[in-house]
């Protein structure tokens, strides 16, 4: 089947300009930066959208759809746009079903949820898990895939084993047709008067029936006989529930990708939530003894089984993942004890017992524990984009990558496959879920090479040959048809079964709008290839997006970390046609920490925006970096805050600095309700002149204390408690001359000044071994300096620094001193903490939770969310102060559900951020502060002796 003729009108823009007419103007873009954003999804293809709509209700699909098919535009749904096949991207109008993202209703005594199709998995299985329940597929996406796509693609994953896929947990979808009705698509028994009316008044389902019906034989006939598959319609589900007095419409939604409605809501089958896992990582020497500890362990009734080869092994890693250099390959198995009786360390005993007759490469693996079991997950959930990593021209490349053979036949598959790339000296990952005998095929090809390119094309045609004719599989186990696995859905099923697939989707989509293109499309699966794209770094997996606290908020691509990448690295991007997009990023990084490809868009950004300075921040800085007479104003400020810090008077000043606020951005304001830190009228140097090396002293080793602007500057006692408990550490640190660490600087695009300050500090701490950090932004930066200075003694001394910067919760952690502690409130005080974003870029996640949770008094709460950016930072509060308030509502969730008396973090803006959300509803301190109470109640017992 052909893509539609599309009857555009003669400027592409008119069709953004007669949707904003439609829906509103917020709900419908059409710049240079969304479009760029939304071409690309995460397989290889590229193609570029004339518009995009951000859906926030049924109304507004139904509109889209109705728009879409008067005018003969192809329409392609989207969710997160993780999907490999390229069935989220196409030439018309992107519906982006995001913004529909809440969970509507759970029933926990029967087991479902009623969900918008917006909803990341993630997301839903964390509010499920408060009633011990689960929504059952897990795609290994399931950090960023939504619902939509899930539904669409019939996605599962790693316990398809004891869930099953989507299609085998949906009780029913509400799907907008082709024509804008609405169909409620449940399972209804024949007869039923309600089906009955349905079938009155849409010929395409009477005609779906009647096809299922009169095609038994051959729907029969062509069915997969291996355990999964998701090429083609479904019309064996169908099949199956006529022949039992079913009508099961999900069955044909499910798994449809887009082709033949919009789904708006979704009831899903849930299951109980385990009571505990166990995870154990067997290690194999010989392929084929995989093939033969299949079965056995099988038997045990995994609720996972997964498995990755030698190159994959390879090309992650061995050594980096603990894995042996003789294994074969590497089996992941995982079991469930449903009940508190189940006693998995005997389970864990049983599979041992099994796997040790085999010829292993080292004993087995067990984790119980969530933490030590996300571990072992780690490299396989990631594993996609972390081969990004293994070369600059090479990427992995899905063409092959869904297919299923019978479970017992898999290590035949896998040698089949090492031979054909081998032949082709192609690279090549293979994993996948090896219980259900489905593997994941990913060679790494460069495909901007002619022989590469041929490479794939025969690899394409010989691998899914091979599996349908020697293995008798499936090409598509999960991950969708999309444009990749098009051209082969006619190979799979045969002329008579494709024909019926052409009946289905013309009678949903006579006009052929929805979806153009995906698996049903005689169009070759070279056809939009992104061959740019293919040679850049970034996996487009979108694993950032589920962390930017931007995308969070707006739920649209090109205000995304993926996005930015697109837009930035564009060859039509210049900073006026992307200025919105580029001054919106928080310099947070928390992209950085979670891209396995190891990519940090923030820093392309801060790159851009380097070329673009802002000028007003300049000169702050400039004049900042003279010392006096800013610090001098900073004092007056002090001083005079009570004047100044009342409501009146703030009116006043948050008009009058508006107008100076603009020059730093559009955005910028001075909120007059914001809960300002107190500025310390004797600044922190000041108060610990002592500290000071004399002007011309020459230290030699020993602690230097870094304490950055807000410490100095601020009346927090934030500076004063590391140096207390520094000193309790027999520790008396210097405070030697110091600039702004340069986070603040280079986010206004002033890269030369931070470079400036950087080389100050460089010289100003050359020669001490120790340089205790306690704000989060300096940690990083300090340790990040290497990146400012080309090859040389620079960048050499730098990365001495870098090596000798420690954040006060890692000094307390190594120190051998144990200074005693005691409760520093009568009762118990419950306490959570804010991993700042900055400070998990640095690397320091788990000391300051240890620290937290060893002090006296204190109940430790770990807080749903603590990983995610609270919205500060650095200067962001006023940058953007009502994107940075909406960022901060799910931290205010998240502290909210937890109960917390206190909030502990690191960074001076996230504490500016917390106190001026939580309106004291919860105290806000730094870790160090939490230390010196519980130090000083210790001495305060010691001198009252009872
Ligand atoms: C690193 C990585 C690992 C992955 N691992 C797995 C895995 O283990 N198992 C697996 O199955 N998949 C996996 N995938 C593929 C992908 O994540 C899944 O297919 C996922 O379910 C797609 O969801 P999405 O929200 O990104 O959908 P999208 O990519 O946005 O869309 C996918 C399809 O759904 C359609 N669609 C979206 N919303 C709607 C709607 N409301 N109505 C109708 N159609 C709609 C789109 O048109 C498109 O056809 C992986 C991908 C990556 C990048
Ligand atoms: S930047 Fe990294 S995490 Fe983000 S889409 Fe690209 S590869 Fe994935
Ligand atoms: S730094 Fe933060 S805001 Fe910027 S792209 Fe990365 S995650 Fe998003």
């Known amino acids: 089947m052909r893509a539609p003729t599309l009857i555009l009108p003669d400027r592409s823009r008119a069709i953004a300009a007669d949707l904003r007419a439609a829906l509103g103007a917020g709900k419908v873009k059409d710049d240079f930066p969304t479009k760029t954003a939304y071409a690309v999804d995460a397989s290889i293809y590229r193609m570029e959208p004339k518009a995009v709509v951000l859906a926030e209700s049924e109304d507004d699909i139904a509109a889209t759809v109705t728009y879409a098919v008067s005018r003969g535009i192809p329409l392609t749904p989207r969710a997160a746009g993780t999907n490999l096949t390229g069935s989220a991207v196409g030439s018309g109008i992107i519906l982006d079903v995001s913004r529909m993202n809440r969970l509507l209703e759970v029933n926990r005594d029967e087991r479902w949820a009623r969900v918008q199709p917006g909803i990341v998995l993630a997301e839903l299985n964390k509010q499920l898990a408060r009633q011990g329940l689960l929504f059952g597929p897990d795609p290994s996406s399931g950090d960023m895939c939504k619902l939509g796509g899930m539904l669409a693609n019939n996605s599962s994953g790693p316990h398809t084993l004891r869930y099953g896929s989507v299609k085998d947990n949906v009780h029913r979808l509400r799907v907008c047709l082709e024509s804008g009705a609405w169909l409620e698509a449940r399972s209804y028994g024949l007869g039923d008067p309600v089906l009955e009316g349905l079938l009155a008044s849409t010929p395409s389902l009477r005609q779906l029936v009647t096809l299922t019906q009169s095609h038994a034989d051959l729907i029969a006939a062509k069915r997969p006989t291996v355990s999964k598959n998701s090429c083609g319609y479904n019309l064996f589900g169908l099949a199956d529930g006529l022949a039992q007095g079913q009508f099961d419409l999900p069955k044909l939604f499910v798994g449809s990708e887009g082709t033949l409605g919009v789904v708006s809501e979704a009831t899903l089958r849930l299951v109980e939530k385990p009571k505990a896992t166990l995870t154990a990582l067997i290690h194999f020497r010989h392929l084929e003894d995989v093939g033969a500890a299949v079965p056995a362990l099988l038997a045990l009734e995994p609720s996972a089984l997964e498995v990755m080869d030698a190159n994959t092994l390879d090309l992650i890693g061995r050594a980096k993942h603990g894995i042996p250099a003789d294994a074969a390959a590497t089996l992941l198995a995982e079991l469930d004890a449903d009940s508190v009786d189940v006693d998995l360390r005997e389970q864990a005993e049983r599979m041992a017992a099994v796997c040790r007759p085999f010829r292993l490469a080292a004993d087995l693996t067990l984790a119980f524990d969530p933490e030590q079991r996300e571990q072992l997950w780690k490299a396989r959930k990631a594993l996609y984009p972390t081969l990004y990593r293994f070369d600059p021209r090479k990427k992995p490349i899905n063409f092959v990558d869904d297919v299923v053979v019978p479970a017992d036949r898999i290590s035949e598959l896998i040698r089949y496959l090492e031979e054909f790339f081998a032949g082709q000296q192609v690279p090549v990952a293979i994993f996948g879920h090896i219980g259900n005998g489905n593997a994941h095929i990913v060679p790494l090809l460069d495909v901007n090479d002619s022989n590469d390119f041929e490479n794939m094309v025969q690899g394409y045609h010989e691998i899914h040959d091979a599996v349908l004719n020697r293995f008798g599989g499936s090409i598509c186990g999960e991950h969708g048809d999309g444009r990749i696995r098009a051209e082969y859905v006619r190979k799979m099923f045969g002329d008579g079964l494709y024909n019926l697939f052409v009946q289905v989707k013309k009678s949903f989509d006579p006009s052929g709008v929805l979806n153009p293109g995906i698996k049903i499309s005689e169009a070759s699966f070279t056809e939009h290839i992104d061959y740019t794209r293919l040679s850049k770094s970034c996996a487009t997996c979108a694993k950032c997006n589920a962390v930017c606290p931007v995308y969070d908020v707006f739920q649209s691509e090109d205000m995304s970390s993926r996005g930015w990448f697109e837009i930035v690295t564009s060859k039509d991007y210049s900073y006026l046609n992307s200025k919105r997009v580029v001054e919106s990023c928080l310099n947070c990084k928390s992209c950085r920490t979670a891209c396995p490809a190891g990519i940090d868009v923030s820093d392309l950004i801060l790159k851009k925006r380097a070329e673009h300075p802002n000028r007003l921040a300049g000169w702050i800085f400039r004049w900042q970096a003279k010392g006096e007479p800013f610090g001098a104003l900073l004092r007056l400020l ?309």
């Open 638 to 946: 002090g001083k005079t805050q009570p004047l100044w810090d009342r409501p009146l008077v703030r009116q006043i000043l948050e008009w009058v600095s508006t107008p100076v606020m603009k020059r730093l951005a559009p955005t910028a304001k001075l909120p007059h309700d914001l809960l300002l830190p107190r500025l310390a009228s004797r600044h922190l140097r000041d108060r610990h002149a002592d500290l000071i090396p004399p002007a011309g002293a020459k230290p030699s080793g020993g602690v230097a204390y870094f304490h950055g602007c807000a410490a100095n500057y601020f009346d927090d006692g934030v500076g004063d408690a590391v140096i207390a408990v520094l000193r309790k550490h027999g520790v008396d640190p210097a405070l030697p001359p110091q600039r702004c660490s340069g986070t603040p600087v280079q986010t206004y695009g002033h890269q030369d000044l931070a470079r400036e300050g950087a080389r100050f500090n460089l010289a100003s701490f050359a020669s001490y071994d120790t340089v205790v950090t306690g704000c989060a932004s300096c940690t990083l930066m300090l340790k990040d300096y290497p990146a400012l200075f080309d090859e040389g003694e620079e960048r050499r001394q730098a990365e001495g620094l870098a090596k000798k910067v420690v954040h006060i919760a890692e000094f307390v952690s190594r120190s051998s001193a144990h200074p005693a502690m005691a409760a520093a409130e009568t009762g118990t005080t419950r306490v959570t903490y804010h991993s700042s974003c900055h400070l998990r870029a640095a690397g320091v996640t788990k000391e300051p939770r240890k620290i937290l949770s060893a002090l006296p008094g204190v109940q430790y709460a770990e807080m749903p969310d603590a990983d995610r950016c609270a919205g500060g930072a650095g200067t962001f509060l006023v940058k953007d102060y009502d994107t940075s308030q909406k960022i901060f509502e799910r931290k205010a969730r998240a502290i909210d559900q937890v109960g917390a008396d206190v909030v502990a973090t690191s960074c001076p803006a996230c504490m500016i951020q917390l106190k001026h959300g939580l309106k004291g509803k919860a105290d806000v301190k730094h870790v160090a502060q939490l230390l010196q109470e519980s130090y000083e109640a210790a001495d305060g017992q010691k001198a009252t002796p009872r």
